[in-house]
């Protein structure tokens, strides 16, 4: 059974820093599409960023330049570098992955929020 786990939400000043973390179990990573969304409270979901098998990642363009999707060398936890948080980016952020995924890292953004496998999502409040 595959299980996700976010850790590493809270509440910071705008200009902090957030590192997220994804604990995988049961995932087997088999052309594999991983990443993370958000949900603030009033808008839809959006993929904020995703990583694919060959190590190729997309970003949304308002968290580019800012935030860093990584993951260990066993790839059993995936990590959400947030850098320069600003007051927008205050949401519920979910991580997501999808075995057997042919698609490319821009399209996998676009998909995320229907990948089969989710966590519970950790929050992220910036105070301005």
């Known amino acids: 059974q595959v299980s996700l786990m976010e850790s590493g939400g809270g509440s910071v000043q705008a200009g902090e820093s957030l590192r997220l973390s994804c604990a995988t179990s049961?995932?087997?990573?088999?052309?594999?599409?991983m990443g993370w969304f958000r949900q603030a409270p009033g808008k839809e979901r959006e993929g904020v960023a995703t990583i694919i098998s060959d190590g190729r990642v997309s970003y949304t363009d308002s968290v580019k330049g800012r935030f860093t999707i990584s993951q260990d060398n066993a790839k059993n936890t995936l990590f959400l570098q947030m850098n320069s948080l600003k007051p927008e980016d205050t949401a519920v952020y979910y991580c997501?992955?999808?075995?057997?995924?042919?698609?490319?890292?821009?399209?996998?953004?676009?998909?995320?929020?229907?990948?089969?496998?989710r966590g519970q999502g950790t929050q992220v409040t910036v105070s301005s």
């Open positions: 997501a992955a999808q075995d057997w995924c042919r698609m490319s890292a821009i399209q996998a953004l676009r998909g995320i929020t229907s990948f089969d496998y």
């Open positions: 049961g995932y087997t990573y088999n052309a594999y599409c």
